[in-house]
């Protein structure tokens, strides 16, 4: 449990290692996948393919649960690779976590694991959603949305762009986080007891089921809700 995080300082800033490697592994799995996926095309899918168009029905029905298609079709693309990203980083570490036993630096795990990556997953998020609705609907009527249905609302609404953005990126966080230091305090406590590695073995599969499914969960939340944050800024209501 006294594992710490791979941290170099590069230009005066610092950098977790893990993070960005495990980022960089996220993010090839997910073109790989969508790469192979789509590189032949046919109208009787099979394989990757089937699972690909699954996939982009399923984020189409998060996009028309939440605002009008016509307004909301042109964010197919990110409300899949929302979902597709976070998903596979929620998964990475679930089977194994790797460490570097000299200098107990955690290297494999999932990215999803550290806040400064979910946070400004968030902050990527919140600024889309500015962006597109001032794209959308203009810069008058956009504002005119803080001022509506009373002017005294303001201060709250801007507290409420504060609040999306943080309980957006740690909500992701708390869960993934939670689920791997679980793991490996289950691993630690089975090891140390009279069945040795055994007694750790049904306690982790249990909750390596469960961790998938946490991962799921949390992967589809963070996309809904990213939609819904933007159809607050796009649509008018």
Not at 40 to 46: D, G, H, K, Q, Y
Not at 115 to 125: G, H, I, Q, R, S
Request: include cysteine; charged fraction near 15%; charge should be neutral.
């Amino acid at each position: 449990m006294d594992h710490e995080a791979p941290i170099r300082t590069y230009f005066g800033l610092d950098f977790n290692m893990s993070t960005v490697l495990m980022t960089t592994v996220a993010c090839i799995i997910v073109f790989l996948i969508c790469f192979i996926g789509t590189r032949r095309l046919s109208m009787r899918p099979s394989g990757l393919q089937n699972f690909l168009e699954w996939m982009i029905d399923f984020v189409r029905g998060i996009i028309k649960a939440n605002m009008d298609w016509k307004v909301g079709g042109q964010f197919i693309a990110l409300a899949f690779t929302l979902l597709f990203y976070t998903f596979v980083a929620n998964m990475l570490g679930m089977p194994f976590e790797l460490y570097n036993p000299s200098t107990h630096e955690v290297w494999w795990k999932s990215p999803t694991s550290d806040p400064v990556l979910t946070l400004t997953m968030a902050v990527l998020v919140v600024v889309l959603t500015h962006y597109y609705g001032i794209k959308i609907r203009g810069l008058g009527e956009y504002l005119k949305d803080y001022i509506r249905p009373v002017p005294f609302l303001l201060p709250f609404k801007i507290i409420e762009e504060f609040a999306n953005t943080l309980t957006l990126g740690m909500r992701l966080f708390g869960n993934v986080y939670a689920k791997e230091i679980l793991m490996v305090l289950l691993v630690t406590v089975g090891t140390s007891s009279l069945f040795g590695v055994f007694g750790a073995f049904l306690p982790l599969m249990a909750w390596q089921a469960f961790g998938i499914f946490i991962g799921s969960i949390q992967a589809y939340i963070f996309a809904m809700l990213a939609m819904v944050y933007m159809a607050h800024k796009v649509e008018h209501h």
